[in-house]
């Protein structure tokens, strides 16, 4: 199945894609005992899948009539940093032997279609697709040959980020955590419905520009070895998500900063294609301090 989140009269609405790729089922948000959320799905296990499965009186919509959120909000992203089996690139980073790992916020997260920001201090934003595993069950010291079946599902990331604030520190840091920067979803694929995921493929365009392409299979740290490093030192959560990185990169453009009204597309096969709009960050920012 293909889950996304949608608002619909203010309200967060749990639907899933049909096979045209148009149509989204939605169940009845009075519906009693039914789930609401791909959080509810998630927890719920196979038994939330039988009662979408079964259920009746069932909302009909256009995906292009409605407003599409992020899938999820993870409590955690974890992200993957030179992923690719290039062993230049992995060597930069130390990378060659464990996955070199970064962590992003929710308020990173824009929805499919909507923008993403270039933060006011800077004008050196980059974009780059990935692959986003998502939990299905948590876990501490989790084996390599189990890995696969604590996944939920998969679905895209445009990850944007900060370069010149990136440079401020070996660690990343604050250049991977600004605000509505980075698009997430459309819709989450099931494990069982995607199948292998080292079969598919992931490119990415800005402005139709292909800036790249490359199988999934070219990761040069595996969704299993991933996630056994991750939870050798955490406890995993329903819901966690992981961001795989860039494949082997088979253009000749491996970086590019992106510019106002450019549009980033993230396609990966089986999965469907994330398309966000570049903007420059309103002088009255789209979040607000708390207090």
């Known amino acids: 199945m293909k889950f996304l989140a949608f608002e619909s ?20 948000r009075e519906a009693r005992g039914m789930p609401q959320s791909i959080m509810d799905v998630i927890k719920r296990g196979p038994y939330a899948r039988h009662q979408i499965k079964n259920a009746k009186d069932l909302e009909s919509f256009d995906i292009d009539d409605i407003q599409l959120l ?35 916020t929710p308020r990173n997260h824009v929805a499919h279609n909507e923008v993403i920001d270039i933060p006011l201090r800077t004008k050196q934003l980059e974009c780059e697709g990935k692959l986003v595993v998502v939990m299905g069950r948590g876990g501490r ?43 997430f979803g459309p819709a989450i694929v099931t494990e069982d419905e995607l199948g292998d995921p080292y079969q598919h493929s992931l490119e990415t365009r800005i402005d139709g520009d292909l800036i ?50 450019e549009r980033v597309e993230t396609k990966i096969s089986g999965v469907g294609t994330l398309s966000n709009l570049i903007k420059p960050e309103p002088t009255e920012p789209r979040t607000v301090g708390c207090c």
Not at 19 to 24: E, I, L, P, R
Not at 73 to 96: C, M, W, Y
Not at 149 to 161: A, L, M, Q, R, W
Request: glycine fraction near 8%; hydrophobic fraction near 35%; proline fraction near 5%.
């Open 70 to 104: 992020p899938p999820i909000i993870p409590v955690a992203t974890f992200n993957v940093a030179a992923n690719s089996s290039d062993a230049e690139e992995a060597d930069r980073l130390n990378s060659a032997e464990h996955p070199t790992l970064y962590l992003r």
């Open 212 to 261: 790249h392409s490359a199988p999934l299979s070219n990761l040069r740290h595996s969704i299993e070895e991933t996630i056994v490093y991750i939870s050798s030192g955490v406890t995993m959560f329903p819901g966690d998500v992981i961001c795989m990185g860039i494949p082997t990169n088979n253009c000749l453009k491996p970086e590019r900063i992106v510019q106002k009204d």
């Open 141 to 183: 010291y989790i084996a390599q040959e189990h890995a696969l079946k604590h996944v939920f599902g998969y679905t895209i990331y445009n990850e944007g980020s900060v370069k010149d604030v990136q440079s401020h520190s070996s660690q990343f840091g604050l250049g991977k955590m600004f605000d509505l920067t980075s698009g």
């Open 9 to 28: 009269s203010g309200y967060e609405r749990l639907g899933w894609l049909q096979d045209d790729g148009k149509t989204v089922l939605a169940v009845d």
